[in-house]
Nanobody
Framework: VQLQASGGGMVQAGDSLRLSCAAS????????AGWFRQTPGKEREFVAA????????SYSDSVKGRFTISRDNAKAMVYLHMDSLKPEDTAKYYC??????????????WGQGTLVTVSS
């Protein structure tokens, strides 16, 4: 499975942004999907995850209530809709597929990342 993330950019605090992740290859719908983010000098951190069917989702406390993860298995796409963005959301965002989890090590395939910058 190959993943291509897009949709990042520079926005102001309070704005919304939607990230997309396009998957190619077979068996996309066999994997759970997740979004992680990373800033320079820090470890990659969990943002959101969604099960294979899309019936269950989970979020980090820092984004709960503001971000929404979704997927379209027919289109092999995963999305992260981000509302009420804050400067501390600034990071490079990565999509990944693997086992439904909040841990980096449980994801087998990763996209290249898309940069989100939120100014105050």
């Amino acid at each position: 499975v190959q993943l291509q993330a897009s949709g990042g950019g520079m926005v102001q605090a309070g704005d919304s942004l939607r990230l997309s992740c396009a998957a190619s290859g077979r068996f996309f719908s066999s994997y759970a999907a997740g979004w992680f983010r990373q800033t320079p000098g820090k470890e990659r951190e969990f943002v959101a995850a969604i099960t294979r069917s899309g019936s269950t989702t989970s979020y980090s406390d820092s984004v709960k209530g503001r971000f929404t993860i979704s997927r379209d298995n027919a289109k092999a796409m995963v999305y992260l809709h981000m509302d009420s963005l804050k400067p501390e959301d600034t990071a490079k965002y990565y999509c990944a597929v693997g086992t439904y989890s909040a841990y980096v090590r449980h994801y087998n395939y990763w996209g290249q990342g898309t940069l989100v910058t939120v100014s105050s």
